[in-house]
């Protein structure tokens, strides 16, 4: 199964670079920060773009990234949402938008991150990298690795939240892929979409810093950040009728601005596109000549999601193909496709695969099968 969702993730990709390029500036949207993208989060198409790969600072979008390793660490069993963590004096030191942790305090990786994510704490950020990493230094390392294997090429971090630094910048594209991976866990929801919660029993309120997250249908989160250097940030993530948008806003002059332009672009993508999951065909077994059995099974993996523009795509339709087949067949060959269609343009092709071993015929594989024949009457 491994094999096979990193089969249909490829043709995900691949889909994504058929459609076709689209303008980078759109008739009719007005975004006022000087970097800006639209992405949709399925296939990590990119449907608006303005000075994309310009290097900013991003302020505590940084922390993004962040939360990604939390969360990687957490699925990975490394660290549990009620594993109380200690904050070092590096951690306790940090300035700016922050929960005041002392030296020595102890706090929850659930309360660590809800401060993270809703005030955007400098000094939780900090604890929750130490914790997975053992020091902010090799955190960073890690984030830096992380970033190129997500193909952020404009990205260099200096530390894990986001404060000023010189040389810690990105773009506004890949901000766009490191949330396109963070929300691939579903469990960060639950703290982007909460708008005040506390820490400490009750005795530190938190206030979520995405006003978005009271005012836009289909909102899920997802992150703002402000400094001096890099301006007002935010990365937002809505979702509608199943398609998934990430505006990143990079540089506003004005908290007011960036969320405008979040939702002006946010707004530009529902009214343009549509997500659409084509339905599964119906498989049938298919035969295999010179096998010790006369068919195989075929396994459809997950059906892709298609971005198509809004009111201009036809029907999707599907054809299956399969191979000529001759034995040994092995579990997770590639025995076909599923080729996706709108309007005659290929959209995706899928693989079907074996869903099982196939042996090819020998004497002493028919002499076994009429024992154990035998052996049944």
Same mark, same amino acid.
């Given at each position: 199964? %491994? ?23 759109? @008739? ?13 989060? +399925? ?61 020595? @305090? ?17 000094? #939780?950020?900090?604890?929750? #990298?130490?914790?997975?990493? $053992? ?8 984030? /830096?690795? %992380? ?23 990105? +773009? ?35 206030? /979520? ?11 899920? $989160?997802? %992150?703002?950040?402000?400094? $001096? ?30 969320? =405008? ?17 084509? @339905?599964?065909? #119906? ?11 006369? =068919? ?47 309007? $005659? ?13 196939? #042996? ?18």
């Amino acid at each position: 199964m %491994k094999k096979l969702r990193l089969c249909v993730l490829s043709l995900l990709t691949a889909a994504a670079l058929l459609l076709p390029a689209l303008p980078a500036r759109a @008739e009719g949207l007005e975004v006022t920060a000087p970097s800006a993208v639209l992405m949709e989060a +399925s296939t990590g198409q990119v449907l608006f773009e303005k000075d994309p790969h310009a290097l900013r600072s991003c302020a505590s979008i940084t922390k993004v990234m962040t939360l990604c390793l939390v969360f990687q660490a957490i699925d990975s069993g490394q660290l549990s949402l009620d594993q109380a963590l200690t904050a070092s004096a590096h951690a306790a030191s940090m300035g700016g938008s922050d929960i005041w942790l002392e030296e020595g @305090e102890s706090m929850t990786v659930d309360d660590l991150i809800k401060a993270t994510v809703i005030m955007s704490a400098n000094d #939780a950020a900090v604890v929750l #990298a130490e914790a997975v990493s $053992g020091s902010e230094e090799a955190f960073v390392a890690q984030m /830096n690795e %992380k970033a190129q294997q997500l193909g952020m090429n404009d990205t260099v971090f200096k530390n894990c939240n986001g404060l000023d630094e010189e040389g810690h910048v990105t +773009s506004a594209y890949d901000v766009a892929l490191m949330s396109r991976e963070l929300i691939r866990h579903e469990k960060v929801f639950d703290y982007t979409l909460t708008w005040m919660d506390s820490v400490r029993g009750g005795e530190t309120q938190l206030v /979520n810093t995405n006003k978005l997250i009271r005012s836009y249908p289909g909102i899920t $989160g997802l %992150k703002t950040g402000t400094t $001096g250097q890099a301006g007002s940030c935010i990365t937002a993530t809505a979702e509608r009728e199943g398609l998934s948008l990430i505006a990143v806003v990079l540089g506003a002059d004005s908290t007011d601005h960036r969320f =405008q332009d979040a939702a002006a672009l946010l707004d530009y993508g529902f009214a343009g596109w549509k997500a659409t999951v084509p @339905e599964s065909p #119906a498989l049938e077994p298919v035969p295999v000549a010179r096998g010790m059995e006369p =068919q195989v099974e075929p396994v459809l993996g997950e059906m892709p999601t298609l971005l198509l523009k809004a009111g201009e795509a036809g029907e999707v339709e599907t054809t299956v193909t399969y191979e000529e087949l001759t034995a040994p067949v092995t579990r997770g060959d590639v025995i076909g496709q599923v080729t996706c269609t709108v309007d $005659g343009s290929v959209m995706a092709q899928v693989d079907i695969t074996a869903g099982e071993d196939v #042996a090819q015929v020998t004497f002493f594989g028919v002499l076994s099968h009429l024992v154990q024949a035998l052996f049944t009457l």
